[in-house]
């Protein structure tokens, strides 16, 4: 038997075993932890007790330069207008029975039908001398026949007609050609009402003729095609229209357009209304000058007729004036203005200004040190 004293059991009778042995490497596992644990605690206590960052600091609002401009600064003056076309014009018919009518807003060109008479068309010739007597060979010469003629050969009848206001044989010929495509009797011979003549296209504006009824009297109202403005200037403001000066045109819907004073009437009309209802002079003081403006482009009011527009006029130009932008004025007191120049080496520095026109944005101004070319400071919206 081994002797009990050379057991190197421990004293409780426990048998040893491998656990026993590995004690001290239990504890050095548990040193690293505890150290790791400390240092994980550390940086932990490093991370919050870091002091906050500053808050940025609020941006300055921004602002750009511009240059003082030399230019021409015009006032201007607004007026109501109407939105109309040029011209009125009545179309009459004698004798048959109306059998065909335009609808009101079409437009009738050269040649086109106007109207209808007697199963046959009555068209549309351009000039400003109305057929008013029967045209045939042998008729004197006359304005009414170069109309004639003028059309003929417009319209491709008249190849061989020389349009010398003479009804000759090339005439004739070039009526009856007229005549087979009209699909009535081929007689050379033009009378009044086998067409209109008006010095443009018509624009059918109202009908007052009745299909079925007679061809009696003022059968269709037109105007011209091109669209006009037209203003009840007041007579105190009449210099504003000069003929041929150019304007601008506010159209409902917020836009803009060009237009062009074309005619102002010599003649100051009265204001509407009894006489008996006006005081004395009131008549003279809102008197009114009809004056038609034509708008740019065909299709510049897109169509609208009988609309309400603002036409701006030109009331006075100041020619070759400094001016800067109106965002640039500094207020500096009551009626008192500057503007901060901006020197070479970026610094700004406020100089007092004298104003004078405004007019699309632009303030004129002067001042010590006010020259062409000088920047300013304009904030940025």
Do not use: C
């Not at 067409?195 to 009696?216: H, K, M, Q």
């Amino acid at each position: 038997m081994r002797d009990p004293s050379s057991d190197d059991s421990p004293g409780d009778g426990t048998a040893p075993g491998p656990a026993a042995k590995r004690h001290p490497r239990r504890r050095r596992r548990l040193l690293w932890a505890a150290a790791g644990l400390a240092v994980a605690v550390a940086a932990t206590v490093v991370v919050v007790t870091r002091p906050p960052s500053r808050a940025p600091a609020p941006r300055e609002a921004a602002v750009t330069t511009a240059p003082v401009v030399r230019t021409d600064l015009a006032d201007h003056e607004e007026i109501d207008g109407t939105l109309g076309y040029s011209g009125t014009y009545l179309v009459s018919a004698s004798g048959g029975t109306l059998t065909w009518l335009p609808p009101t807003g079409r437009t009738v060109r050269r040649g086109q039908r106007v109207y209808g008479v007697n199963g046959h068309s009555v068209p549309l010739f351009y000039g400003a001398t109305p057929l008013w007597r029967p045209l045939r060979q042998g008729v004197r010469d006359g304005q009414d026949i170069a109309v004639l003629e003028r059309n003929l050969v417009a319209l491709g009848y008249g190849q061989d007609v020389t349009v010398d206001r003479h009804f000759g044989y090339a005439t004739w010929r070039a009526v009856r050609r007229w005549q087979r495509h009209l699909g009535v009797e081929q007689t050379g011979v033009v009378n009044p009402g086998d067409a209109v003549v008006a010095p443009e296209a018509l624009r059918i504006a109202a009908v007052p003729g009745v299909s079925g009824g007679t061809a009696g009297g003022v059968v269709v109202r037109a105007t011209g095609t091109r669209q006009v403005v037209n203003v009840d200037l007041p007579v105190n403001r009449r210099q504003l229209a000069v003929k041929n000066a150019k304007v601008s045109v506010d159209l409902p819907g917020g836009r803009t357009v060009p237009g062009r004073i074309r005619r102002v009437s010599t003649v100051a009309t009265a204001p509407s209304g009894s006489a008996q209802d006006r005081q004395p002079g009131q008549a003279t003081g809102d008197a009114i000058v009809p004056v038609e403006v034509s708008l740019t482009g065909r299709k510049a009011a897109g169509g609208l007729d009988g609309a309400p527009v603002t036409v701006s006029f030109t009331s006075r130009v100041d020619r070759n004036v400094l001016a800067v932008p109106v965002a640039a004025l500094l207020a500096q007191g009551k009626d008192s203005y500057a503007v901060r120049v901006v020197d070479a080496s970026g610094a700004g520095h406020a100089v007092p200004v004298r104003l004078g026109s405004f007019a699309l944005g632009l303030v004129e101004v002067s001042g010590p040190g006010i020259t062409e070319g000088v920047r300013v400071e304009v904030p940025s919206s």
